[in-house]
């Protein structure tokens, strides 16, 4: 008759089962924490869709829609090279008719970002549902104003909208000063965008297209932006100075308004990185918002073009 395993014998192999499951455990533990690590880094959990606009304190939060509007209606300015004081009676003004939303119905007919009305000679509901077309025509009766710039928003405003609520411009002055610090460049690094997702395909289920991106651009800020290929077939690189234009703050202040453009931009344009100087965005890190980098406007190599002369933006591909 064999021998019963002794109570040693027993002791041991239950020993090493607990030894082999232990160490099974902290194995898969252990994967677990790279894993977490490895989303945390370079995959972290996305915040929900959004713009943000910060500067001196304030904070004014945004939908992509509204920003994108927003960055539409500052390029234009730019394109036209009014000041600063003429985006903010514009964007105060849309912000009233709209919420910085292109509408496509309104109180009788008016329609757009600015409500405008085909009546009155704004121009046909196809062209006014355009934000190019609206802001340059908001623009062509702002500037015919005399020294609109030293009038109150409001007033300003209702000189070219002659509402029946003339005094509700007032109510959105501090938000659109602080949209358009931000947009003409003047405070760097203040707009920016959460894509709702860890990259900028899988936020709108499709890629990006460098064409559509030179295109708006151009359309947008007009022949003085000169975008131009990149080493990288999936970059435009976009001069921060004009052409005949200097290199002193002027051109990074521009750089800087190109930037929070495309940033603004991003989702509708499937934008991945925007890079400017020593600073990015990153679509699947737009929780952090803009980073430093040590690669300056995302260039390498002994041939780059200067810190602080172009604006990279990535589609994502």
């Given at each position: 008759m064999p021998e019963s395993p002794s109570p040693a014998s027993k002791e041991e192999k239950r020993g090493r089962g607990c030894?082999?499951?232990?160490?099974?455990?902290?194995?898969?533990?252990?994967?677990?924490?790279?894993?977490?690590?490895?989303?945390?880094?370079?995959?972290?959990?996305?915040?929900?869709?959004?713009?943000?606009?910060?500067?001196?304190?304030?904070?004014?939060?945004?939908?992509?829609?509204q920003a994108a509007n927003a960055a539409t209606i500052a390029a234009v300015s730019i394109s036209r090279g009014l000041p600063e004081r003429a985006l903010t009676i514009a964007l105060a003004t849309a912000m009233q008719e709209s919420r910085l939303v292109n509408l496509d119905t309104g109180d009788r007919d008016s329609l757009g970002l600015f409500?405008?009305?085909?009546?009155?000679?704004?121009?046909?509901?196809?062209?006014?549902?355009?934000?190019?077309?609206?802001?340059?025509?908001?623009?062509?009766?702002?500037?015919?104003?005399?020294?609109?710039?030293?009038?109150?928003?409001?007033?300003?405003?209702?000189?070219?909208?002659?509402?029946?609520?003339?005094?509700?411009?007032?109510?959105?002055?501090?938000?659109?000063?602080?949209?358009?610090?931000?947009?003409?460049?003047?405070?760097?690094?203040?707009?920016s965008c959460t894509t709702g997702a860890n990259t900028a395909y899988s936020a709108g289920g499709r890629l990006?297209?460098?064409?559509?991106?030179?295109?708006l651009l151009k359309r947008e800020f007009g022949s003085q932006v000169r975008p131009r290929d990149d080493s990288d077939p999936r970059t435009v690189a976009v001069p921060s100075v004009p052409p005949g234009g200097s290199t002193t703050g002027a051109g990074k202040q521009r750089g800087w308004a190109l930037a929070q453009w495309a940033v603004a931009h991003a989702h509708d344009l499937k934008v991945e990185q925007v890079s400017f100087g020593d600073m990015r965005w990153q679509a699947k890190k737009s929780g952090?918002?803009?980073?430093?980098?040590?690669?300056?406007?995302?260039t390498k190599g002994a041939s780059a073009p200067a810190v602080d002369t172009l604006v990279r933006i990535t589609v994502a591909r």
């Amino acid at each position: 008759m064999p021998e019963s395993p002794s109570p040693a014998s027993k002791e041991e192999k239950r020993g090493r089962g607990c030894g082999l499951r232990f160490a099974a455990g902290f194995i898969v533990l252990l994967a677990l924490a790279g894993y977490l690590a490895y989303r945390f880094e370079n995959h972290e959990n996305p915040a929900a869709a959004g713009c943000t606009v910060k500067t001196d304190g304030n904070d004014l939060t945004l939908d992509q829609d509204q920003a994108a509007n927003a960055a539409t209606i500052a390029a234009v300015s730019i394109s036209r090279g009014l000041p600063e004081r003429a985006l903010t009676i514009a964007l105060a003004t849309a912000m009233q008719e709209s919420r910085l939303v292109n509408l496509d119905t309104g109180d009788r007919d008016s329609l757009g970002l600015f409500q405008q009305r085909p009546s009155q000679g704004w121009g046909t509901a196809q062209q006014i549902q355009d934000p190019v077309y609206a802001s340059n025509a908001f623009f062509d009766s702002l500037v015919k104003i005399p020294n609109y710039t030293r009038l109150p928003v409001t007033v300003a405003a209702q000189r070219v909208q002659r509402s029946g609520y003339p005094e509700a411009y007032a109510q959105h002055e501090t938000d659109a000063t602080m949209v358009a610090a931000a947009l003409t460049g003047r405070d760097e690094a203040a707009l920016s965008c959460t894509t709702g997702a860890n990259t900028a395909y899988s936020a709108g289920g499709r890629l990006g297209d460098t064409e559509k991106v030179t295109a708006l651009l151009k359309r947008e800020f007009g022949s003085q932006v000169r975008p131009r290929d990149d080493s990288d077939p999936r970059t435009v690189a976009v001069p921060s100075v004009p052409p005949g234009g200097s290199t002193t703050g002027a051109g990074k202040q521009r750089g800087w308004a190109l930037a929070q453009w495309a940033v603004a931009h991003a989702h509708d344009l499937k934008v991945e990185q925007v890079s400017f100087g020593d600073m990015r965005w990153q679509a699947k890190k737009s929780g952090k918002g803009w980073q430093k980098t040590s690669d300056p406007s995302g260039t390498k190599g002994a041939s780059a073009p200067a810190v602080d002369t172009l604006v990279r933006i990535t589609v994502a591909r």
